[in-house]
């Protein structure tokens, strides 16, 4: 397991398949704070309601200066059915194959119902301009998330 990511630690590169065709990068975002967040799985409704807050924030976070990417292990797909559905206004990326979520350290044993498995923390990561990590949510919990996000970017 990777060391965890913390604030003053440079953020993790990547480059993933996304909604629309084409790739989306950490470092092709250069100059922009970025908002890395990772989420369970399409459609659910924690990560429906957390995308939507996101979308709804969209212009606020593009004022900013701020580029919103949600990643999940969700299809490339099945992102885009996401997206259709809801009236997403946000990239989402596909890490199918888990290196991205395990180089941020988000994916995590979890306990449900007494029943261990592994999968993503929902994390939200704020990465400065330089790609330097300025703050980091960890077992987000959705209300009010969307808001301190956008608060701490506005900061930066």
Same mark, same amino acid.
């Given at each position: 397991m990777s060391q965890a990511l913390e604030p003053g630690v440079p953020a993790p590169d990547f480059t993933l398949p996304r909604d629309g065709g084409g790739e989306i990068s950490l470092s092709g975002q250069r100059g922009k704070a970025v908002v890395v967040y990772f989420?369970?799985? #399409? #459609?659910?409704? $924690?990560?429906?309601?957390?995308?939507?807050?996101?979308? $709804? +924030?969209?212009?606020?976070? +593009?004022?900013? /200066?701020?580029?919103?990417? /949600? @990643?999940?292990? #969700?299809?490339?797909?099945?992102?885009?059915?996401? @997206?259709?559905?809801? $009236? !997403?206004? !946000?990239?989402?990326?596909? #890490?199918?194959?888990g290196t991205v979520c395990e180089d941020w350290g988000v994916w995590v044993e979890k306990s449900m119902y007494g029943k261990t498995s592994m999968g993503i923390e929902r994390a939200t990561f704020l990465v400065d301009a330089e790609g330097i990590i300025a703050r980091v949510w960890r077992k987000v919990k959705v209300p009010g998330h969307v808001e301190e996000v956008l608060a701490a970017a506005r900061a930066l």
């Open positions: 989420y369970p799985r #399409d #459609d659910t409704p $924690g990560c429906t309601t957390e995308a939507i807050g996101f979308t $709804g +924030a969209a212009e606020a976070f +593009a004022a900013a /200066g701020a580029v919103v990417i /949600g @990643i999940s292990k #969700d299809t490339v797909a099945k992102h885009e059915k996401f @997206i259709a559905k809801h $009236g !997403l206004a !946000l990239a989402l990326a596909s #890490d199918a194959e």
